[in-house]
Every structure is written in structure tokens, then in C-alpha cells.
């Protein structure tokens, strides 16, 4: 981030609780971008939907339910991309636990009827889903803990003060 967008980002932002000085050039709020209140609960409700809405998917795929718990948890693996860094670890990350690869798998896998591949991209939905119910979001290039769900410091956005 450049230092006259952080500068920017500090006169437009009232500091708050969360805010901490990067450097010795701005005051940052690290809460900045993260959903609260009732958006965020309907977030969650979108979460949930996705959730049952691929899985109740899943069953027409007559495919065995052992799959589900087998790969449930595979779109977590893209935390590795940490490990370059949390810039690219978000990237990779976010590319991993948005919709539109595994939108693109199921509608792959229903034109050329391959059942196991459609079945996979809606586990992977499915796990988005999950995700979002239990507010792990997007993730932000400063902090692993920095979604669009909740902040670094664990207070999920819900008692942000703005001044």
C-alpha cells in the first residue's frame, strides 16, 4: 500500500480501538472493510444457503456420501499459499474460497456429465458455505485474521466504534 493511500485511508477513517500506526506515516483501522451488524448476519444466512443448497445438490449426483467429510476440507490446504507471504497468501487463499471455481467445476461437470466432477465442485461450495456461516471470510493482505467476516482481534467486527 502506498503511503499517500495509506495517508488517505487514515484521514477518511476515524481511528478507532483497532487502529494501529503502520510505520510512522498513518493510523490504519485494521476493522476497515469488515462487515458488521445486519449484513453480516445476512451473510451468514447466505452461508448457510449455500451450504445445505450444494448438498442437497450433492444427493443428485449419486454419488457416495463419504465423500463429503473426505474432501470437505481440501479448499483449506490454499492456507499454504501463507507461506509466501500474506499478500499472496490472500490471493491464493481468496481464490480458493470464493464461488466462481468451484461454479465453474459443477457447471463443467453438468455439461460434460461427469458426475464425480460436479460432485467435487459442489463440496467445495458447500465448504464456502460452511465458511461464511462461521464468519471466516475473505481474507485481507495485512493479517490472516483480517476477513470481510471479522477482524484481527477477534471482536468480529460486532462492538467497532466510529467516531
Not at 41 to 58: C, H, I, K, P, R
Not at 103 to 121: D, E, P, R, S, T
Not at 126 to 142: E, S
Request: charged fraction near 10%; charge should be positive.
Amino acid at each position: 500500500m502506498s503511503r499517500q493511500r495509506l495517508n488517505a485511508v487514515s484521514e477518511e477513517t476515524p481511528p478507532s480501538d483497532t487502529s494501529v500506526t503502520i510505520g510512522s506515516c498513518a493510523n490504519v483501522n485494521l476493522s476497515a472493510g469488515t462487515v458488521v451488524g445486519a449484513p453480516r448476519l445476512w451473510l451468514q444466512l447466505e452461508g448457510v444457503t449455500l451450504l445445505v443448497g450444494s448438498l442437497v445438490a450433492f444427493s443428485t449426483t449419486h454419488r457416495s456420501w463419504w465423500l463429503v467429510p473426505l474432501v470437505l476440507f481440501l479448499p483449506d490446504l490454499f492456507m499454504a499459499g501463507y507461506l509466501g507471504g500474506t499478500r499472496i497468501g490472500a490471493r491464493v487463499y481468496n481464490l480458493a474460497h470464493s464461488t466462481p471455481l468451484p461454479a465453474l467445476m459443477v457447471g463443467c461437470g453438468w455439461w460434460q456429465n461427469k458426475q464425480l466432477f460436479m460432485a467435487l465442485g459442489l463440496v467445495w461450495l458447500g465448504h464456502i458455505g460452511m465458511d461464511r456461516l462461521f464468519t471466516f471470510g475473505l481474507k485481507y493482505p495485512d493479517h490472516f485474521q483480517h476477513t470481510h467476516l471479522s477482524s484481527p482481534h477477534g471482536n468480529h467486527g460486532s462492538s467497532i466504534t466510529r467516531g
